[in-house]
Structures are given as structure tokens and as C-alpha cells.
């Protein structure tokens, strides 16, 4: 069974910075994408960023030069530093792994974190 356990999310001002923290783990063999979604209230859940395991990244645009992902594939594990927050980016951020092997030449699957509030507010 694979978890994704994240971190990191809180009560910030605007222009204030927060970092997430998401780290699989479980029987892995390889995890080729990881990614950060949010979810704000009465909104479709939409993509924040993703990174592949060569660190190839994409951005919303609403993030770009504000949000930076990164990974650590050793330890099956994705960040994603958030700075100069607005309002708007109150959300239920969750944690994404894609194209998660358990074997060598098995199947791949898809897992979800449970979520963390991040809410910026004054």
C-alpha cells in the first residue's frame, strides 16, 4: 500500500511564504510524475505544479515565478515552496503521484494525499 502523507500547509499573510512537503511512501519501485493540486471552495480541483523524475516541471500560469516545486527522488519525496501568497491562493492543496511502479515491469498506478489547508488571509 503507498501513502502520501503531506506538510507544511498553514495560516499565512498576504505576500507571506509557506513550504509543502508530500513523501510516498510504501513498496516503490519508481514514481515518474509528482505533483500539487488545489481545491478551493465551490472550485474544480486544478493543477499547481508538477515535476517529473528527470525534474522536468509545469506551472499554472496563476503560479509561475511565485511557486517553485522540487523533488527528491531518493526519498520519494516533492516540495513545493509557495512565496508572494495572495488571498486567491486559499485552497486545499493535495499531493499527486503518478506513474507509480511497485515492480520493475508492473503496473501503474495513481495515489492522492489527503489534503492541507493552506489559507492566506490578513
Known amino acids: 500500500q503507498v501513502q502520501l502523507v503531506e506538510s507544511g500547509g498553514g495560516l499565512v499573510q498576504p505576500g507571506g511564504s509557506l513550504r509543502l512537503s508530500c513523501a510516498a511512501s510504501g513498496s516503490i519501485f519508481s514514481i515518474n510524475r509528482m505533483g500539487w493540486y488545489r481545491q478551493a471552495p465551490g472550485k474544480q480541483r486544478e493543477l499547481v505544479a508538477a515535476?517529473?523524475?528527470?525534474?522536468?516541471?509545469n506551472y499554472a500560469d496563476s503560479v509561475k515565478g511565485r511557486f517553485t516545486i522540487s523533488r527528491d527522488n531518493a526519498k520519494n519525496t516533492v516540495y513545493l515552496q509557495m512565496n508572494s501568497l495572495e488571498p486567491e491562493d486559499t485552497a486545499v492543496f493535495y499531493c499527486n503521484a503518478g506513474g507509480v511502479k511497485l515492480a520493475r515491469y508492473g503496473y501503474e498506478y495513481m495515489y492522492w494525499g489527503q489534503g492541507t489547508q493552506v489559507t492566506v488571509s490578513s
Open positions: 515535476i517529473t523524475s528527470s525534474g522536468s516541471t
